[in-house]
């Protein structure tokens, strides 16, 4: 205001001080006559501060004298920058005022208003152009945050008017630099994020195209992807923690945009997935759950945050869903979900379907590290024990979101105990020689590994000769993604976590298969392990040889089926489908490590239906019939922690459980040591 203020002496002299002092209270004491304000906006092309007097008073002026004020200042744009530069005192007073009336208009005025709209498109180059120029004076003008909040608002209506240029280089190129910002004068960060958004929005689930051209857009601008995320988690952060009272509006503003990067894909995602951007946002979920007094603005950030987190979980990056679980997510999606709304004419506010989406995609992720699973067992274990109104809590949230938590503990409860029954032996993984000749059966651990594809066992180096002829085509066709699919180290866990699952299953495999008329011999099995519930699905294993250039690397795994008895079923190719890829496993049918187990007397009044984990291709549950080492040592553990008063969650009560368990074993894991004395 201090600008126009300044001008006010030589305005009042000028213009005669009883018409601007009565000017001055349009619209809210004595309106002005329409003619008045006919012939005060026809001055505003030649008078610089009748403009900055329209402008002031814009807010106030009928639709009809709005769109004839915006005449005027398409008119001001479209003077050409040098002539500009040389011919004015103040080159850009002029064209700050006529953006900022554009701004002050707002989107909806062209919403409504199609002949301002189409002056707007005709004028769009020049007004890219104006912005352009500006970005280099702006610190003039960031002080009152002139600059910044202008782009942002002339971004949102092209983004109504004309979206098709929101994919135009310069149109990129100045959307990041008014993102990248600029320290103020007054030391305070001045940025924009709405241009951003705009041209993200516009990008909305294009192709990987889109995201490298806003890549390049981005190194011409000094910056990366990572500097992007690093900047939004910053912001984010000042946002919310550390102002008084939060900025919730930029908070939506800003999660936003962080979540269309995320889905952009290219190094957007990579960068996005990073444990610092998700700790950020988990830090910021916080203090918007805990904040003094909870907004229907709130709610809206929140959401938009839970869909952040929830985009970036779906990659099924372990470390990430490690991270956000160790930041302590799990206790505000109960909080979250808590605000399952429906706001009075506006789209309901689904924080519990999303909070329930993030606790599948980190049940999900127990699949593939223990490290998840213990922290997530530490974490929960923390809830009951720290907070006596938890349970409370979650009987509050939606039913939906309550049978999601219970599946996520039935789920984090069982691999918990797997965990336990691993290590001390039980469900070994077992292979076989890849030499058809041979396929002799023995622990896995005791084979050598084929130096190419690392999937090939073979029990000794003359069977790898004998073999060499058959492997070698399959395991030369691989190209470099296949082999990184089979060389991965972090599948090992996977790996047998679904060898013993197939096991489990088994009966209802079978069953499946003859349903859908798959023969014995040809049976294989693919699991969709990245969605919840798992999916199974069965098919004829030369199936994947009607796209052999897809599939080189399950092809040659299926070598591993032919078999030297014909039909005899003793292993399994079973697909595991996560992370966008499929990773073939060779499984072992072995149903010793399925068997029965004799219940302890104290389990029969708590014993409970088991949860479904997993599904077939109809949807329809898969169970265990049976009650087998898993489940009984779930319910064993559940009755230990009845009986001593501590938590299921605590690790000696689930080691305890898998001790008495594993005692039932001892002859089958024995068996596997002696079978494979022969080789000694
Ligand atoms: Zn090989
Ligand atoms: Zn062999």
């Not at 889905?263 to 916080?286: C, I």
């Not at 088994?506 to 349903?515: F, K, T, Y």
């Amino acid at each position: 205001m201090s600008r126009v203020g300044g001008r006010w002496n030589s305005l009042t002299t000028r213009w005669g001080s009883q018409n601007v002092q009565m000017y001055m209270g349009f619209g809210r004491t004595m309106p002005m006559p329409e003619v008045d304000v006919e012939v005060l906006i026809e001055a505003s092309r030649r008078s610089l501060d009748i403009l900055l007097l329209v402008v002031i008073n814009l807010h106030a002026f009928p639709a009809r004298l709005q769109a004839e004020t915006l005449k005027v200042f398409f008119s001001h744009l479209r003077t050409p920058v040098e002539q500009q530069l040389c011919e004015k005192d103040e080159p850009y007073e002029w064209i700050m005022a006529s953006l900022q009336g554009i701004q002050i208009i707002g989107r909806k005025f062209f919403q409504r208003d199609a002949a301002s709209r189409q002056r707007f498109i005709d004028c769009w180059p020049h007004i890219l152009k104006w912005l352009k120029a500006l970005l280099v004076v702006r610190d003039e003008y960031e002080e009152r945050r002139h600059y910044s909040e202008v782009v942002g608002e002339i971004y949102t209506i092209c983004s109504f008017a004309c979206p098709g240029v929101l994919g135009q280089d310069e149109v990129i190129k100045l959307a990041f630099r008014a993102w990248i910002g600029i320290e103020g004068r007054d030391g305070k960060d001045h940025y924009t994020v709405q241009p951003l958004l705009a041209c993200l929005l516009d990008y909305g689930g294009k192709t990987n195209a889109g995201a490298l051209h806003m890549e390049r857009m981005l190194q011409a601008c000094d910056n990366t992807a990572e500097d992007l995320l690093d900047k939004i988690a910053a912001r984010l952060e000042q946002a919310t923690i550390h102002s008084s009272p939060m900025n919730i509006r930029e908070v939506i503003a800003l999660s936003s945009a962080m979540g269309s990067i995320t889905y952009l894909g290219q190094s957007f995602t990579v960068a996005s997935l990073r444990a610092s951007v998700g700790r950020s946002l988990v830090a910021v979920l916080k203090a918007l759950l805990e904040d003094k007094e909870i907004s229907m603005n709130h709610i809206y950030a929140v959401r938009s945050i839970l869909a952040g987190i929830s985009g970036c979980l779906s990659h099924q990056k372990v470390d990430y869903a490690y991270n956000v679980a160790e930041e302590g997510i799990l206790i505000l999606l109960a909080k979250a979900a808590l605000f399952d709304t429906e706001p009075q004419g506006l789209p309901p506010l689904h924080c519990a379907s999303l909070a329930a989406d993030i606790l599948k995609h980190l049940l999900l992720c127990f699949i593939y590290n223990d490290e998840m699973i213990e922290k997530c067992r530490e974490e929960v274990r923390g809830l009951y024990a720290g907070n006596l109104r938890f349970k409370d809590m979650l009987d509050e949230t939606p039913k939906s979101f309550r049978e999601t938590w219970d599946s996520f503990e039935a789920m984090l409860l069982e691999n918990a105990l797997l965990l336990r029954l691993f290590e001390m032996g039980y469900a070994p993984e077992n292979g076989t020689c890849a030499n058809r000749d041979c396929r002799v059966l023995a622990r896995r651990t005791r084979f050598k590994k084929c130096a190419g594809c690392t999937f090939a066992l073979y029990c000794s180096s003359s069977c790898q000769k004998a073999d060499w002829g058959y492997h070698r085509t399959g395991c030369k066709a691989l190209k470099n993604d296949h082999l990184s699919i089979l060389r991965d180290r972090y599948r090992r866990l996977p790996r047998r976590v679904v060898a013993l699952h197939i096991n489990r299953y088994w009966d209802a495999i079978v069953r499946l298969s003859l349903e859908k008329g798959v023969p014995s011999e040809d049976l294989a099995v693919r699991i969709t392990w990245n969605a919840f519930p798992i999916r199974v699905e069965v098919f004829d294993w030369h199936r994947l040889l009607e796209d052999v250039a897809k599939n080189p690397h399950l092809i040659l795994a299926a070598e591993n089926l032919y078999g030297p008895e014909g039909g005899r079923r003793e292993w399994i190719l079973v697909v595991l489908r996560m992370e966008g890829m499929e990773f073939p496993c060779i499984v072992h049918l072995d149903n010793k490590l399925t068997k029965s187990v004799q219940a302890p007397p104290c389990m029969s009044d708590t014993e409970e239906p088991e949860r479904a984990s997993f599904v077939d291709e109809d949807g329809n549950a898969i169970d265990c019939a049976k009650l087998d080492a898993l489940r009984a040592g779930v319910l064993l553990a559940k009755s230990y922690a009845d009986e001593t008063g501590e938590s299921v969650w605590d690790g000696a009560i689930l080691r305890k459980a898998a001790d008495k368990i594993i005692e039932e074993f001892e002859q089958e894991l024995c068996e596997g040591e002696d079978a494979f004395k022969i080789y000694e």
